[in-house]
């Protein structure tokens, strides 16, 4: 007997057990974990609507694909680009559920503009608020709800869930326990009139060409050798009219410095795409202006007043050609750095041989204060060639090009300006490029009548028998 009321007792602990595990809030959080229990967890009937999907559900529901049959599946989401843009889900998500109902004979349906979340199993309903990660994080306290789970008796338990129940207190409520002050909403107002919120046009503007465009900055520095001088000791005089023109408190290194070049090996981008490394090339400062003018004018569009813009879609080919013109400009600079210092001992002959006769006549006073016998022409032509060695040597440590790039997104304030637009439009035309003009704005142009997205479901995958 005592056996008995043993075995009763553990069967309604369980049965009260199970009625706890699977009671659930009516207001709730739906996150990837929610989701993918409920899909997991279904036996008979599995529905899955929502703008996106992530990688952790496209997985559970791929896994759950070749139940189908004993299983009946359906998957409806917004193919639309923006949804994944935005962080509704993630391209990985997409990419794996498509190939997962493809392998499984199966398909998804397409609902453009679907911004609700549902999900049924079995006898479970769960609608949700999908979140958009670009613009907030998702919820993770059951106290911001994002989702209602729903029973037998919708309206009922709304109303206890909500307190709207004549018989229930408001402590009793799941949600809106507390009622709001007047402080509240005022604390609230002035926060707005501090930091108001831009107005909602111009943000979707906005998104729709930092999805398309971004402002780059590519700057080549300390590569140039015009105008690079030796400067000189200002103590050391010189008489030989040759070295006076050339000699003012510095020493001009070279007369024509475009015309001079030497020899790299470097990668190039062929206009395929394809890396061909370490190509001989004849490299100058004419040349890599050239090259850095060619890059720019390929890929980059000058909008005047505002800078250089990209288009996301040629970002990869840019960075690609970007990375070999740094390579090439590195390889010019050690190359550069190498002529420069056998032409610095071409260069100090006609030097020295200038100054030492003129020193003699009036060596500077540092020279004796330094030891050196001022009246031995060798010891001074040695501590001339000191200076001068140690001259060209700055000079030649000073040339170290370097390639910068900066990529900085398209700012509020310049699409709040109109002329940003005409300025891109001009750019565009420039170089004939008239359909990005008519793809570009039209997107720009839609973007306050994107909820007018055209009605009726299209799928992808296999088509359903």
């Known amino acids: 007997m005592l056996s008995s009321y043993l075995l009763y007792g553990m069967v309604f602990f369980c049965l009260e057990r199970i009625k706890l595990i699977g009671k659930m809030n009516t207001f709730s959080v739906a996150d990837d974990k929610t989701l993918i229990e409920l899909i997991t967890q279904a036996r008979r009937r599995l529905v899955y609507l929502a703008p996106g999907v992530s990688e952790p559900i496209a997985r559970a529901i791929a896994q759950r694909l070749p139940e189908q049959g004993l299983l009946d599946i359906n998957l409806i989401l917004d193919l639309d680009p923006e949804v994944y843009r935005l962080g509704y889900g993630t391209v990985e998500g997409l990419d794996l559920l498509q190939k997962a109902v493809i392998a499984n004979g199966s398909y998804l349906r397409s609902q453009p503009g679907l911004r609700i979340g549902l999900v049924i199993s079995d006898e479970r309903l769960l609608v949700f608020t999908p979140i958009p990660l670009l613009v907030e994080a998702g919820s993770t306290s059951p106290a911001k709800p994002n989702a209602i789970s729903l029973g037998e008796h919708p309206a009922e338990q709304l109303a206890a869930a909500t307190g709207a129940s004549a018989e229930m207190l408001l402590s009793q409520a799941e949600i809106g326990q507390a009622p709001v002050t007047p402080e509240q909403v005022m604390s609230t107002l002035d926060e707005l009139k501090r930091i108001p919120p831009k107005p909602f046009d111009l943000q979707r503007i906005q998104r729709v060409f930092s999805s398309r465009v971004q402002y780059v900055e590519v700057e080549v520095m300390r590569y140039r050798l015009a105008g690079r001088a030796v400067p000189l000791p200002k103590d050391l005089l010189v008489a030989d009219r040759e070295i006076q023109r050339r000699l003012k408190n510095s020493f001009k290194l070279f007369d024509n410095p475009d015309a001079i070049e030497v020899m790299i090996e470097a990668p190039v981008i062929t206009p395929a795409g394809e890396r061909k490394e370490k190509l001989k090339l004849r490299y100058g400062q004419r040349v890599l202006e050239d090259d850095r003018r060619r890059l720019t004018e390929r890929w980059l569009y000058s909008v005047h007043g505002y800078g250089m813009l990209l288009f996301r879609e040629d970002r990869a080919r840019f960075d690609q050609e970007i990375e070999a013109f740094t390579e090439r400009v590195a390889a010019y600079g050690q190359s550069m750095k190498c002529y420069l210092e056998s032409h610095d001992q071409v260069a100090l002959d006609p ?47 000073s040339i170290n090009p370097k390639v910068t790039v900066v990529y900085k997104e398209v700012s509020y304030e310049s699409l ?27 997107e720009y142009d839609a973007v306050r009548e994107k909820s007018g997205c055209s009605k009726g479901t299209s799928a992808t995958g296999s088509k359903p028998g």
């Open 351 to 397: 030097i020295l041989g200038g100054l030492v006769e003129t020193v003699m006549k009036e060596p500077p006073s540092r020279y004796a204060l330094n030891g050196i016998d001022i009246r031995d022409r060798s010891a001074l032509a040695n501590a001339i060639r000191t200076d001068l060695d140690v001259a060209f040597k700055d000079l030649r440590n």
């Open 416 to 442: 709040s300006d109109p002329q940003f637009r005409k300025g891109l439009e001009e750019a565009l035309r420039r170089k004939n490029k008239q359909a990005l003009v008519d793809e570009l704005f039209s």
